[in-house]
């Protein structure tokens, strides 16, 4: 005897049955444009005041490449959230730090998590590192028209490239231009004073630790100068969200080690609030 389940009986659309590319963001638009963060759009001279996300910091090491993000989300001038997580993994070889309306941001990094394991899953391979950050280039370059309207999503995209065995850091501007950069960069609207402070302190061949270090005083120094960057939090504990990634693969640091990299940076700026070396 045959059991009968409501909804089982349904046929799959033939859009589900026909060949296609792997990208699932091509199969989305195709199929149903509205559920993507670029199929909606905002009536005619409308404003919306939401959470913005910031700062980002990359910096490559003697092995891989580091991504920090601070922890505050602004509304105005008003805190939105105080722990709010900016950096995530976007593979097993590749992280994505969000600067900009925050809830598009996490939106576009949620589907392009997607994104990635459906080329996997259909291709049988990893996409190289620069196909990686091509593919999100095109995705920002579909939020163009929420941008023109204030919803901005400006990310950093950093990863382990297996065939060179190096780290690797793309930036990007608001119409998915995608650029390779150097040994560090930041994004957000601390990133003025983070990359002054990137360029003091960054150098050739840091190790794992010492990177780690830099990012933290990178958005520190973020902090000091812009409001609208959360420095680390010792009363309440929160501390900046850190991803390493190497040829093992991504990882974040944990709260523990965190914590004691944060202890040292701010032990060392109590007598020398500056940094001046």
């Known amino acids: 005897m045959t059991q009968s389940f409501p909804g089982r009986s349904r046929r799959l659309d033939d859009a589900f049955l026909s060949a296609g590319s792997s990208s699932f963001t091509e ?33 490559l ?35 994505v730090g969000i600067a900009g309306t925050a809830g598009i941001a996490i939106e576009l990094v949620r589907l392009y998590q997607v994104e990635l394991e459906h080329y996997e899953k259909i291709e049988g391979a990893i996409m190289s590192l620069e196909g990686k950050a091509n593919r999100l280039a095109s995705m920002i370059r579909g939020n163009l028209a929420l941008a023109m309207q204030g919803l901005t999503v400006v990310p950093t995209y950093a990863g382990f490239d297996l065939e060179s065995a190096t780290g690797r850091i793309y930036s990007y501007d608001v119409t998915g231009g995608c650029y390779v950069e150097g040994g560090h960069h930041s994004t957000g609207s601390g990133s003025v004073f983070a990359r002054g402070s990137l360029k003091k302190l960054w150098r050739p061949g840091l190790d794992e630790q010492q990177a780690v ?27 900046p969200t850190v991803a390493v990634v190497d040829h093992s693969g991504a990882r974040f640091v944990a709260q523990d080690l965190l914590e004691q990299h944060v202890e040292r940076v701010v032990a060392a700026r109590r007598d020398n609030p500056g940094g001046a070396r």
Do not use: C
């Open 27 to 59: 199969f989305v638009t195709a199929y149903r444009p509205e559920l993507l963060p670029a199929g909606r759009r905002l009536p005619s001279g409308a404003s919306i005041e939401a959470p913005h996300g910031t700062t980002i910091v990359a910096l």
């Open 61 to 95: 090491f003697d092995g891989g490449v580091i991504m920090a993000g601070d922890r505050r989300a602004t509304m105005g001038n008003v805190i939105a959230n105080r722990d709010m997580e900016k950096v995530f993994a976007a593979d097993d070889y590749s992280v």
């Open 213 to 239: 270090s830099v990012a933290i005083e990178a958005l520190y120094d973020a902090a000091d100068d812009d409001s609208a960057t959360g420095g680390p939090d010792l009363g309440r504990q929160i501390w």
